[in-house]
């Protein structure tokens, strides 16, 4: 196995593992705070909306992901401003950031092992002609 193959395997876990604790953070959020079901909707269908592609391994999917993250992010940091102590606070706001950059990463690595599989194929499909 190379080392980008690794790092791309890597980079996939901490994508997933933080997008679920960011999908289970934003739930219990609503929940503490008793939100009616259009919020629980607001709060959790953009993550959703990412999973088919990502079972997929679109990485559009994951671009758009980081986008999405942006604005959880802006949300997480006014909260934190009104509540710096929350731990479901810094919870999310760990998976949020941890989710970007492991998605980043991802499309990066996996784009880079395309491209050579890619040139690879290529290479043998002009050595045979």
């Known amino acids: 196995m190379s080392?980008?193959?690794?790092?791309?395997?890597?980079?996939?876990?901490?994508?997933?593992?933080?997008?679920?604790?960011?999908?289970?953070?934003?739930?219990?959020?609503?929940?503490?705070?008793?939100?009616?079901?259009?919020?629980?909707?607001?709060?959790l269908l953009p993550l959703a909306l990412f999973l088919?592609?990502?079972r997929r391994d679109n990485l559009r999917s994951y671009i758009w992901l980081c986008f999405v993250?942006?604005?959880?992010?802006?949300?997480?940091?006014?909260?934190?401003?009104?509540?710096p102590a929350s731990p479901l606070l810094i919870i999310g706001m760990v998976a949020v950031v941890l989710l970007f950059i492991g998605a980043m990463f991802y499309v990066?690595?996996?784009?880079?092992e395309l491209r050579e599989q890619r040139e690879r194929s290529q290479l043998v499909g002009e050595s045979k002609s």
């Open 3 to 43: 080392r980008l193959t690794v790092l791309r395997a890597r980079a996939g876990i901490v994508t997933w593992l933080c997008w679920w604790l960011l999908f289970l953070q934003q739930a219990l959020d609503a929940a503490l705070h008793g939100a009616p079901w259009f919020i629980w909707l607001v709060k």
């Open 52 to 54: 088919p592609g990502m």
């Open 69 to 83: 993250c942006l604005g959880y992010f802006m949300i997480l940091v006014q909260r934190l401003f009104v509540e």
């Open 108 to 112: 990066r690595w996996r784009a880079r």
